[in-house]
Nanobody
Framework: VQLVESGGGLVQPGGSLRLSCAASGIIFSTYHMDWYRQGPGKQRELVAS???????NYPDSVKGRFTISRDNDKNTVYLQMNNLKPEDTAVYYC?????????WGQGTQVTVSS
């Protein structure tokens, strides 16, 4: 099983990025997909979830700014991040889970700075 994140980088405050997570080795459409992040000196936190049937959920900290979506034909989950703030700086991780199965990507760095 592989989850490969991409799309991170350096962006100015107020800017946008779209992260991608390409999955292989799983029946992607049957998995619940999450995006997490871990900022410097902080615990890992959930920032977006999408179920196998497409229902989404966000914490208040990113609601209205981040959008999670999935393309089951491409085995890929996306995280569109708008109006980025310096506090969004973190390593962003993709997670796939189903029952007791739980897989993580290696992470992609997002830095929001002027």
């Amino acid at each position: 099983v592989q989850l490969v994140e991409s799309g991170g980088g350096l962006v100015q405050p107020g800017g946008s990025l779209r992260l991608s997570c390409a999955a292989s080795g799983i029946i992607f459409s049957t998995y619940h997909m999450d995006w997490y992040r871990q900022g410097p000196g902080k615990q890992r936190e959930l920032v977006a979830s999408i179920t196998s049937d497409g229902s989404t959920n966000y914490p208040d900290s990113v609601k209205g700014r981040f959008t999670i979506s999935r393309d089951n034909d491409k085995n890929t989950v996306y995280l569109q991040m708008n109006n980025l703030k310096p506090e969004d700086t973190a390593v962003y991780y993709c997670n796939a889970r189903k029952h007791i199965l739980d897989y993580w990507g290696q992470g992609t760095q997002v830095t929001v700075s002027s």
